[in-house]
C-alpha cells in the first residue's frame, strides 16, 4: 500500500522522504545557524501574507543574535567597555614615547595645496585597517547585522569612535595633547596616531573574547524609542 505524504513533506525546504533541500555551500556535512537563516530568507520570499513574512522576518532576526562559537551578531554595552579597555592598553604606551610628536609633525608638515594628505591618509588607514581586523581576519567570524544607515557596520563605527574617544581622552589626561604649543593640525595629528593603535586594541578587546552577553544595542534603542 502506497502511504499518502503528509503535508509536512511538501512544506518549502523539505523534499520527499522529509529531506532537506538545502545544502552547504562549502560542501560540508551538517548544518549551522547560518544555513538555517539561509532558508528563512528563501522561505520569507515565497509567503504572501504580510503577518507571515513578519513572524518569518522575526525568526530570522532571532537566530541571528542566538550564540554560536566563533560568530558574532550582537553588538552590547559590555562589548564597547571591552574596545575601551583594549584601546587603552594600547595606547598607554604610545602617551610616553616622544616618537608621536615628531611623527604627528611629519603628519602636518606634508601637504599638498595645504591640505596635510598624510594625516588623511593615516585616518584611511586606521579605518580599512580596522575593518580588515574586523571582517577579515579569520580570528572570530563577525556578522554585519543592522549596519548604520544599512551600509556601514556599526561595530566598525563603534569600535572606531570609541578607540577615537581613548586616544583623545588619554591624551588630554595626560597631558600630552597641548605639550609644547602645536599647532591645531599637530594635535589632530597627535590624536591620530594614538587612535591607530587604540583602533587596534579595541578590535581585539572587542572580538577576542567572542560574543558577550546581554541585550543588542539595537533592540536597547528601539524599547527607548
Do not use: C
Not at 32 to 47: F, G, M, W
Not at 148 to 172: E, Q, W
Request: hydrophobic share 40%; charged share 25%; aromatic share 4%.
Amino acid at each position: 500500500m502506497t502511504q499518502e505524504r503528509s503535508g509536512d513533506d511538501r512544506r518549502p525546504g523539505n523534499d520527499r522522504g522529509g529531506r532537506d533541500r538545502v545544502e552547504r555551500s562549502d560542501g560540508k556535512a551538517g548544518y549551522d545557524i547560518e544555513d538555517v537563516v539561509a532558508q528563512l530568507e528563501r522561505l520569507e520570499a515565497t509567503v504572501d501574507s504580510e503577518t507571515e513574512q513578519h513572524e518569518v522576518e522575526h525568526t530570522r532576526r532571532m537566530l541571528e543574535r542566538v550564540p554560536g562559537g566563533d560568530h558574532i551578531r550582537k553588538y552590547t554595552t559590555r562589548d564597547i567597555g571591552e574596545a575601551v579597555v583594549g584601546g587603552i592598553v594600547f595606547a598607554l604606551p604610545l602617551l610616553v614615547e616622544g616618537g608621536v610628536f615628531e611623527i604627528a609633525e611629519w603628519f602636518a608638515a606634508t601637504t599638498v595645496s595645504g591640505l596635510p594628505v598624510v594625516l588623511f591618509g593615516n585616518v584611511v588607514f586606521t579605518a580599512v585597517l580596522t575593518h580588515g581586523l574586523l571582517y577579515g581576519v579569520d580570528v572570530r567570524r563577525v556578522h554585519v547585522v543592522e549596519p548604520v544607515l544599512g551600509i556601514v557596520p556599526r561595530r566598525l563605527v563603534g569600535v572606531l569612535v570609541t578607540a577615537l574617544v581613548v586616544a583623545g581622552g588619554t591624551m588630554l589626561a595626560w597631558g600630552r595633547l597641548h605639550e609644547g604649543d602645536p599647532t591645531t593640525t599637530e594635535r589632530v595629528a597627535r590624536v591620530s596616531v594614538v587612535w591607530t593603535a587604540a583602533a587596534l586594541g579595541a578590535v581585539l578587546g572587542d572580538i577576542l573574547p567572542g560574543e558577550s552577553p546581554g541585550r543588542d544595542i539595537n533592540d536597547m534603542l528601539d524599547e527607548e524609542l
